[in-house]
């Protein structure tokens, strides 16, 4: 299952050995991936992490089928614009939430079909009444600590919130997963085995062969200056896109 990569070819790759942060990096050879030229070197760095975490979520711990609603909360970053690629691609109806207008409408021209502004007071009640009493299958969930007690309310039967992003506690009832059998799974790239990470590469190379992955890059950065790339990542209003680095 090791990719076939040779010297001089276009790669990207989804996690290194020595760090991403340089001008030359070592990463293990099932970690590396040729890219398409259909896709340049800055797509190619907003590949690896979100797109892989999006497929995982999605179908190997989410088990999302075609067909079903799935719901991308803060969907305008780089995981999220991945989910909604690959959710609407797959026959999935694609609802989701961002912070600002610009957001809403990236994230509608990269596969959603519905977007809702989360910065809305009534923006839950908004998604209830679209959904309708069946409600959501999936959720995707990027900031779990704000949004997991309300999400547990937007599942359908056997609904599943999918935890991608988490920054801190959050008080739940468990009986919001009773009456609905719903389940709340935690996702980590990191804890998939080789042969689960051989499948999200071969799912993600054919989209991009298929041309429906294509990373949307959002802010750009010199090396020198990633320090002023995290205070933007901290204090940002929403998310645009996949934040590269430029070496």
Known sequence: MENKTEKGDRVFTNG????????????????????SDKLDFKQGAAIGIPYFTAYRALFQKGHAKAGETVLVHGASGGVGIATCQIARAYGLKVLGTAGTEEGMNIVLRNGAHKMFNHREADYVDNIKEFSGVQGVDVIIEMLANVNLATD??????????MIVGSRGPIE??????MMKESSIIGVSLFSATKKLMYECETALLAGIEAGWLKPVVGSEYPLEKVAKAHEHLINSSGALGKMVLLI
């Open 152 to 161: 547990l309310q937007l599942l359908s039967p056997g609904g599943r919130v």
């Open 16 to 35: 290194t050995i020595s760090g991403g942060y340089a001008d030359y990096t070592v990463a293990a050879a099932d970690t590396v991936f040729p890219l």
């Open 172 to 177: 739940i009832n468990p009986r919001d997963t």
